[in-house]
């Protein structure tokens, strides 16, 4: 997904340290992220259900017990899917800025 940085407002790392240090930031908000060798992002709510019931994806849970309903963690995507995604979670969190 490094080939999203470059495009307006998005950067490599939260500028913090910790969760979110490596991740893909748009004007400063975490979009996109790998953890434990997957790809995470930050979505819609109805999107992230959909992605879980399909099998595609699987809660995404930050080490605090209960999983985040805004993120998921991509498992079996089909080709294209991530990058697709990944641009979605970008305009989400963006607010369709860029």
């Known amino acids: 997904m490094r080939e999203l940085v470059g495009r307006p407002g998005v950067a490599v790392g939260s500028g913090k ?40 994806g699987a809660p995404f849970d930050a080490g605090k017990g209960k999983p985040m309903r805004e993120w998921v963690t991509l498992i079996r995507a089909s080709d294209g899917q991530p990058r697709e995604l990944a641009e979605a979670a970008m305009s989400f969190v963006g607010g369709g800025r860029g």
């Open 17 to 56: 340290r910790g969760f979110g240090s490596d991740a893909l930031t748009v004007y400063g908000r975490i979009f996109a992220m790998l953890t434990r060798g997957h790809l995470v992002l930050k979505l819609p709510a109805a999107r992230v259900a959909d992605l879980i019931a399909s099998g595609a």
